[in-house]
């Protein structure tokens, strides 16, 4: 089974600073790899995700993600936060569930939670 | 859109009684899954159903049971309400892969069920 560790619990940066919030999992084996956002009392959102094919994909919100095969890592990237971004970030990988590996659940991190400060 | 709708926003229960938790999704998609997320603790997975009527338990699924009689429709139970279970309570669905197919595999969340266990 597949683990995830989210570095950092917490992140407090001040608006317009870059940041990254750092995502490892547990196996090299071929992946799915996701980033979810949790803004106060919602449900998680998808914000990026890599399946195949290039190694950094991006969000329509101006963050990034590099998938990082030989360091199975998958860190979240903004060059430019806004008050707006404060939220949870939850990072996850799929992890096959039937022999035929054609089924898979999630597994997720713990989440960081980004506090932008003015 | 995709919908993931679930029956109550907060939910306040005593100690012993049944609690029934319910989840709706309108996307047609084979997959179920209901997580409770807890402060540093992250998204822990309860149970999955990759069909009607089948289920599979999760990480955690003591104290907890399933339902998944129609397509669209996944339901928690709890038989006997305990503190420990105050929780909130997340539905996601996704679709299950199919090859080249060009469906999306990542899953959708509810807008969580905030417990209380009195």
């Known amino acids: 089974a597949q683990s995830v560790t989210q570095l950092d619990s917490q992140v407090p940066v001040f608006e317009e600073a870059p940041v990254e919030l750092r995502c490892n999992y547990s196996?090299?084996?071929?992946?799915?790899l996701f980033w979810y956002v949790q803004y106060p009392n919602q449900g998680l959102q998808l914000l990026l995700k890599y399946l195949s094919g290039s190694t950094l994909v991006e969000s329509i919100n101006g963050f990034e993600a590099e998938f990082n095969k030989s360091q199975t890592s998958f860190h979240l990237r903004k060059p430019s936060v806004h008050i707006s971004d404060t939220a949870e970030y939850f990072c996850a990988v799929s992890d096959i569930i039937n022999s035929g590996g054609s089924n898979y659940k999630l597994t997720f991190g713990k989440g960081t939670l980004l506090t932008v400060n003015p | 859109d995709v919908k993931v709708t679930q029956s109550s926003r907060y939910l306040v229960k005593r100690t012993g009684e049944k609690v029934f938790l319910e989840c709706v999704q309108d996307m047609d998609h084979e997959n179920m899954f209901w997580y409770r997320q807890d402060p540093g603790l992250g998204l822990r997975l309860i149970y999955f159903s990759y069909d009607v009527k089948m289920k599979e338990k999760g990480d955690i699924p003591e104290g907890y049971s399933v339902s998944r009689e129609k397509k669209e429709r996944f339901s928690l139970i709890l038989e006997s309400a305990s503190t420990n279970q105050t929780s909130m309570y997340l539905c996601a669905s996704s679709f299950q892969l199919a090859g080249l197919s060009k469906r999306t595999y990542e899953q959708y969340f509810g807008p969580g069920t905030r417990l209380t266990v009195t």
């Open positions: 196996s090299s084996v071929s992946v799915y």
